[in-house]
Structure formats: structure tokens, C-alpha cells
């Protein structure tokens, strides 16, 4: 018997072009939680694509108790114990809890399914973990964290030994972590390993023994996590020491530059901004917190005039203004990066350049004439102000780290020069570098006078960055914090608080 | 400037280069081959190839557009029909002048695009659906207009349009080239052609980016149904004639040659550049099965080879670029 439940020895793995991997070492030992960190591009996905068998690696080998195993496919790895959690889940929505637990093993009963059969022993499973989910919900129904809950019970199902979980909280809320950590530490405690991937330093201090990182596809160092601490990982990380983190050395006026009242999505049926007034004083960076739902994003939709039938009452520079749609809210100096890249913002088959541009066209294109050379000027400004690392301006931008093209997302809507930007997740997916990066120019802009409304789930950098923070909770405004009293527990007693003075519920 | 011109023609060569190279070869295989080398590269069967690729042209470039937002436009054959018999009929039972027969067809084809453009940014059904519920209208009310035969009519301003010559040049290779012209310039050099790539590329960031969606749909697709009735009245000028199966399958060669040239039926990425190469690699194939004698039923499964094949090449080429 090995000291290892799982030893990945020496494996390489190489791309077109790119070396991914070069000779990366880890090692997993049964009931302990391990961290795998590293930036975006260090390998941590290709190691575990390796491990779950959909790259083959050109060199190294991967021993399981001691005994080496040749993993060569999906069901190679599922065979062996190793179940992965990815980042996107793929669960069946409109399936329930337990139909996706089984999907594809159902019990089989006199008239095909047997449901009811199905369905106890899913909730057996589920109580066994204290999920807290019925097995006949409707997967859609759920929260993203107990989605996430039903995955690692239906992996568990399949007697997974090795559990790998891929950014898992990066989309659930600070109490349901919580949660998923309890079950994390019970699968543990029968003999599960479990290889955690995560950009969130305060998480592996929190729930991981050991952890190992990477760097440029390279084994870096393994270090308990009790005898580190998250400078000297960062260093690890990044191969230099980062002096300072958050930047924050600007001074906010007490102009009040935004001023929104009453604000209220205006929807009768699962109205998420119920009622939410709040200020913005110029050159300053005001958080919005809150628990994921809180509305704060669907807030900065209606003021973006991107939510039809929105109320409100909006001020910009001590003038009532009327947005009616975002082209509006553009015009009068209003940006908005929104929270998923991907989803909301990425031309993904276009380029750096397209990407770049979209949003200020009329600056060059004129009556079928279009100025290249001008379209070309303003992408590499915003390429240059915010250290975007492209090989060109042609470059596809899904080719880009998530750091990168978060760059090209916030260039994009500095372009149109705004007065007041809002910035949704600004960091969400990003490595430390260019975290670091983005927190810099950050401050800068609240230099040039540019107001920011930062929206973020990740309490650190709303504690670190922000000047005054609003905290929401179920489509109201429970409380404003200034600066000197921002905490994350001052934050979390109004996170949660249920309803507040004053403010109507409608 | 002049540079810059030097690189776009350098890409479009890069870009295109899978297809480019299917198109010489053809050309040079007709030239080669016995029974078509004294036929073939005459100027007379390289009008012919224009003359027969113009309408394809026209409806490729409504239906580039079509498909670079995502959509498809499977109406686009009918309503050659429907501004066949219309224009056909304006003259020959109305008596109306030619021109007022033929601009009444071409109009009849944007009343159809728009009503097409309503009901896609309107309703948010999916443009397969409602053109192919427009496509069956448009066809039966063709058939229910020229109740079912063919509006015959031979006056030469009729047959200008289609069968005519501009100096040595035929008229539909004329009409083909402006229609080409103006749509690459609406594409790529106007605010709205790129809205089309944004739209077509990722829906919910062009509402984010402030993009009225429901106008671009509507444009493109009123343009498509534009394109259709040229088309169908060049046809029916052509064939002297307006009938309701002329239009027979033409949405199709015009999906192929946009797919053809490469552009993306994922949306989001496409040039009309490639389309050209398209529509001809189409035009030359029609007519160089038909001089090398091959019988009209063989001639379909050829073609259908020829579009998996030249598709499947770029899909490789691109998924080389990509890894």
C-alpha cells in the first residue's frame, strides 16, 4: 500500500506551439483536501484533463494506490475512482435531482423507470449528506450551489475516491461556501481525496491541507497549508513578489456625481430591485455587496436602461436625466462592464480589434467610410492603458487568458470615456496578476475623476478596494458603510439582514 | 493606405485559400478536358456562367448577411416566384409599362423581407420557422396569382433586364456587380454592418452593448427579401416569362455558396469575399457538368459532394488555425 492514494509522475503534455505541461508532479493522499493553484495558463486545467482522461500525456505516468493505471478515457477514469466537478456544471435543468443522480442507470421497474425507487434512494444519498435538497425538485429550481451539492452526491454515487472540483464557488454565495465546505471535510473524513482548484487564497487557507502550485505548465513547490501564508504563495505564483495588492491611494470628493432613487425593476413576478436608492461621489469607488441574487447586478441594469418598465428616479451631475435604453445611458457618460464575460460581453469569433471598438464605431466609421488607421489608434491605447497581452490587434479573442480579455472588456467602455463606470465581477476569473493590475487601474481612473460602482461577491476586494460600500439584500438597500468601518462582518450582518427601516417591500 | 489595401487583398488570399484553390482547379479541369476545352473559357460560356450566377449572387449576399446574424432565410425562392408573376403580370394583364411591372416585383420582394423582419425581431420566433411559413405563403400566393401557368412576355424592354446587354456586358452581370459593390459596402463599411457580426456573434452582449437588435434583424432581413425580388424579376426577364417554380431550390444554392465561402452558419464571422468564390464555384459546376454532358438527375449528387467537400476542407483548415 502507497503512501498516495494518486501520484501523477512526470507528465508532459504539449500543443501546437506550447509546452502545457513539463514534468508536473502531484501527489493526493486519501481524506486530505489538496489545492492545486496556479494563473490561468499554468496547466492546473490540462493536468486534470489528464487526469480524467481526455488528454493523453506524452510523458509521465499516473499510479492509484501505488499501482500505475493508464487512464484513456472518460470511462478509464470513472472506472478508477476519479470523478471531476467543472466549473460549468452539466446537469440536466428541467430533470429532477434524482433523474440527473441516475441519468443513465435508472433502476429498472415493472413499466420501465421505477420512479419511486429512484427517487428514495437519491434522497437517501442526499440525507446522508445533509444537502438539504428533495430528490424530486427540479434541478433548475436550485441555487447554483446545491446544484453543485447534487453533482458531488451523484459522483459519490459512482464510488469516486478522487474528487476534483474546479473553481467551485466561483458563481455561490459566501454561506452556501460554508455548506459545501462541511461536505467537503465529511467526504473527507471517509477517505475521499479531493483536488480543489481555486483562485481564492482565503478558501485554501481555509478548507485545504496541502497544496500545490504551478507556473507556466512547471511544478513550482508543494507546501502544508498550515506553514505557508498567502504572500509567499502569491510569490510562488506569480515567480516574483508582488508588493502590493490592492492599490488604493486616491481621494474621493464628496460631490455627489449619480444619484438614484426608488430605483425598482417594475416587474410584478420575481421582482429582483424592489426598491433601491444609494449616491455616488465623484473619483470614488463604491462597492455593492451582497449575496449572490441580491439583485445588485439587475440594480445596475435598470440605471443602464437595459431592464423595460424599470422606475425610478435618476440624477447625473444634479440633473433629472431619463434612460430609456443603454444607448442613453452611453451618451450621457454611463458605462457598464457586465458580470459574465462570456455571456455578456466576448464577440468570441472576433478579434481584440472588433472587440475593442464596438462600442465607439461612430468615432470611425462615417458615411461608408471607414478610418483603419483611427480603429486602430484607439484599440492600441486601450491595449497599452490597460496592459493587455496580445501577440496583435487581429488575435481572436477567445485566444486570450481570462485576465486579458476582462482587459479588453474594460477598454471597450473606457473607450467611451465615461463619467461613471460600473464594473460587475471586475476580477471574477482573472489570475492574481492581472487582478493586481486591474486594482490598479482602478485607482488610477477615481484619479482622473471617473466615479466607479464596483459590484463584487468576493468580500476582500470590496473590503480592500472600496470607498464606501452598499450592501443588499433580496432587492433592497439594507445599510451604506463608510470606509472606516467596512468589515466583513459589518458587511455580512447586512447581507442577511431580512428587512429594513423606512424602505417599503412592495 | 495603400499598404493597408496590399494587406486586406494579401488575407483575402489566406482566407480564402482552401476555396480559391477549388475554383482555379475546376477552371483549369474544364480547360484541360477534352470535351469541354473548346467551349468552355470562350467569352461567350463565361457570360453564360455570369449571366446564370447573378441571381445566386444577389440572394447570396441578403443571405450572407442572414446567416452572419444567425438566422437563415428559407423564403428567399418563393419570393423569386412572387416577383416573377407579379412583375409578369403588372405588364401583360395590367398593361402597365415594363419598368413599373419590374420595380413593382422587386417591391413585392422587400414587402415580404420586411413582414419576414417584423415577425423575427417582433415575435422572437426563430427565422427558420417564419420563413418557412413565409416561404410557403409567398409561393402559393404566386400560384394563386398566375393560377399556376406561366405569364409569358417577350418585349424587349421586358427582356432587358435579364437576357439584355450593357455595351458586350450583360445586364444581370452589371446588376450583379453593383449589388455586390453596394453590399460589401454596407457590411463592412457602415455601423450597422457591424452590429451584424455583434448580433450574430453573441446576442446578449450586443443588448448589452446598447445594440437595438430588433432593428438589425429587421434590416437584414427586409434586405434579404429586396434581394429576392431582384432576383426574381431578373429571372423572369431572363426566361422571358413569369412562372412559379423558377425559384425552385434557389434558397439552397444560395446557402451553399454562402457556406461555401466559408462563413460560419454559427453566426457571428463571415466575409462576402468568400461568398463570391462560392456563388462561382457553384456556376462554374452547373455549367460545367451541363457541357461535360452529364445528366441533370447525377448533376445534384455531384454538387452535393463538391459542398460537403469544400466545406469539410476549410472546417479542417480552420480547426488547424484554431489548436
Redesign the interface.
Known sequence: MSEYLLEMKGISKSFPGVKALQNVNYQLKAGEIHALLGENGAGKSTLIKVLGGIYHPEEGSIFIDGNEVSINGVNDARDNGISIIHQELVLVPRMTVAENIFLGREPKGAFGVDKIKMTADAQKMLDNFNVGVDADMEIADLTIAKQQMVEIVKAISFNCRILVMDEPTSSIAEKEVNALFDIMRDLTSRGVGIIYISHKMSEIFEVCDRVTVLRDGTYVDTCEVAQTNRDHLVSLMVGRELDKYYVRDHVASKDVVLKCTHINDGKKLHSRVKDVSFELHRGEILGFSGLVGAGRSETMQCIFGLTKGSKGEIELEGKKVNIRNAVDAMKLGIAMVPEDRKLEGLYHVQSVRFNSTIEVLHEFINHFYVNLGREIEITQEYIDKMHTKTPSQEQTVTNLSGGNQQKVMIGRWMATHPKVLILDEPTRGVDVGAKAEIYEIMNELTKQGVSIIMISSELPEIINMSDRVYVMYEGNVTGCIDQKDISQESIMHLATLETTGGTTNA | MLE?TGKGIKRYFKDNLGILIALIGMVVFLYIWPKTHATFLTPNNIFNVLRQSASNLMLACGMTMVIILGGIDLSVGSIIAMSGVFAAGAVVWHGMPEIVGLLLGILSGLLFGLFNGFMISMTKIPPFIVTLASMNIAKGIAQVYSGGKPIRCMTDAWKFLGAGYVGPIPTPVVTMFIVFVVSV?FL????IG?HI??VG??E??A????I?ISKVKFVVFAFSGLMAGLAGVTIASRLYSGTCTSGDGAEMDAIAAVVVGGT?M?G??GRLGGTLIGVLIIGILNNGLNLMGINSNWQYIVKGVVILAAVYIDFIRNNKK??
Not at chain 2, 188 to 191: I, K
Not at chain 2, 207 to 210: A, E, K, V
Open positions: 493597408q459596402l463592412n463599411r457602415t455601423r457591424r457580426y455583434a456573434g453573441n446578449t452582449a443588448r448589452f452593448s446598447g437595438s460560419s454559427a457571428g464571422s484554431a489548436a
